[in-house]
């Protein structure tokens, strides 16, 4: 296995709504890869194109804007995991030795849920993702205690996050308080609107190479290597359920981190800063501890401690997350990538963090699957 | 209401008896391990499975109150309603919409299957799906 480098990097806004074409989207999302790459689209010798809401074969029609050069195209769907998983493929490509540049892109509208075939009746018994999550928050409730304040207190964060994020679907003018998320409308107890992901469309691409590619095309930039790309899908455990869950046991996050952290011979203390996927709160406490930052139970703590805000021991969402820079399906996976290279790149802006050297990327998706990454900076 | 008045939005996952309605399931004569739906093979071992109806009663787990509509439609039924995890005494965990009243969803509380109507069929006849609600007494 080849080592593997992001060379280039690539988004178009996450917006709830626009005049824009999902097309003109994909396609500047792919353009600024390949100019943050430094590369003409004719070098790129495999590209894994993610969409969950589009008809079939949007993505390949899309690619044409970016020039037909007869380019191995795949399309990748895995739910919410659907760009990690476009992500983990071009990484697998070039560290299996079948191209040296390959380009992971991904764009979505998250409005077409609605119209994605679920019919009246065929959609009985299958419950919403605010419900399920909700289901984990008070089952935490129940374990630990938590409170509806600790996961106001993560909303708030990520929705504050995602104001210093220009690419951010949720740019709040002024800071939003922990009491303001609570006195939001209730979707699912304790869950409520404002801290559910924001709902939109947008874009987003890497591209990635071997580190001597990257190195030899910006010579003098911070290298970023992907130390880990593993996934896993569910096992069997106590209680499982078969029928209508969103995700499955929150044990597959646990193990597919472990994954994730042998291959890249680091641990959980090796971490600088974490994206993961904050569809709900809920969702982000329990990773805390699936991802072995704390152990168990103890992610409440973190939270009160500031530990995972922005200048704390370990950020979490730094570019606000699926709650504050948004969820529109497709491009979600690669916008945690575009985040984690900027930040390790020193790029990050008003939300960089100190001199970060390792970020861990953690996606989710329905069915259900488990996409982890690991970035690390080499000079 | 009897069974002839209705009929299972889905005949692989709900049977409906004169006495009651129960959920279809699968056993693995090797492990022991129980499964809902139904499937061919155990999940764990690979052995065939035999079918089984499981118990129409069980011990509610979680639960929450869900104040936007379900997929599919656009406007809710009522204010809300309940979703949640139900513990049968094979093993399996069933997740549900519950029925009866918000304030009895407590976590352990024994439940019991039920159904409710989803849709009508042109012949009068009503399309329903299981629920779990408090067992009464
Ligand atoms: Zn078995």
Known sequence: MREVAVVGVGMSPFVAETTQSLREQTYRAGRAALDDAGLAFPQVQAVYMGYLWEPTMTGIRFLKELGLTGVHAQHVQNASATGAGAMLEAVRAVAGGHADVAMAIGFDDMNKIAGAGLSKN????????????????????????????????????????????????????????????LGSRMVADPLTSMMSAAV????????????????????????????????????????????????????????????????????????DLVQVHDAFPIEELVYYELLGICPDGEG???????????????????????????????????????????????????????????????????????????????? | ???????????????????????????????????????????????????????????????TYVSVPSYGKNVLDAEGYGVGEVDLPEGVRVQSVLGGEPTSWVPGTPMRLTVHPVDELEDGRLLVTHQFAPKQG
Not at chain 1, 234 to 255: I, K, L, Y
Request: proline share 7%.
């Open chain 1, 122 to 181: 065929s959609a009985e018994g299958v419950i919403l993702p605010a419900a399920f999550f909700a289901l984990w928050a008070k089952q935490r409730q129940l374990d630990y205690g938590t409170t509806s304040e600790t996961l106001a207190r993560i909303a708030a964060k990520n929705w504050n996050n995602g104001a210093l994020n220009p690419m951010a679907q949720r740019r709040p003018t002024s800071p939003i308080t922990f009491e303001q998320i």
């Open chain 1, 300 to 379: 409440d703590k973190l939270v009160l401690e500031g530990a995972t805000e922005l200048g704390g021991r370990i950020p979490f969402s730094t570019d606000g997350g699926l709650i504050g820079r948004g969820h529109p399906g497709g491009p979600t996976g690669l916008a945690q990538i575009w985040e984690t290279t900027l930040q390790l790149r020193g790029e990050a802006g008003a939300r960089q963090v100190a001199d970060p050297q390792v970020g861990l990327c953690h996606m989710v998706g329905g069915g259900s699957v488990c996409v982890i990454h690991i970035l690390q900076r080499a000079d």
């Open chain 1, 200 to 271: 939109g469309q947008g874009a987003a691409a890497v591209i990635v190479t071997t580190p001597e590619l990257a190195r030899k095309y910006h010579p003098g930039r911070p290298t970023v290597l992907v130390k880990a790309a593993k996934m896993r899908t569910e096992t069997m455990t106590e209680g499982h359920v078969f029928a209508g869950p969103v995700v499955g046991p929150q044990q597959m996050t646990r193990d597919t981190a472990q994954d994730a952290y042998e291959q890249a011979g680091l641990g959980p203390e090796d971490l």
């Open chain 2, 1 to 63: 209401m009897t069974t002839t008045d209705r009929e299972p939005l889905n005949p692989e996952q709900l049977v409906l008896h004169d006495d009651g309605a129960a959920l279809l399931g699968s056993r693995c004569p090797q492990c022991g391990l129980s499964y809902f739906p139904r499937r061919w093979e155990c999940a764990v071992d690979q052995t065939p499975v035999e079918d089984i109806e499981l118990s129409r009663t069980g011990v509610l787990r979680v639960a």
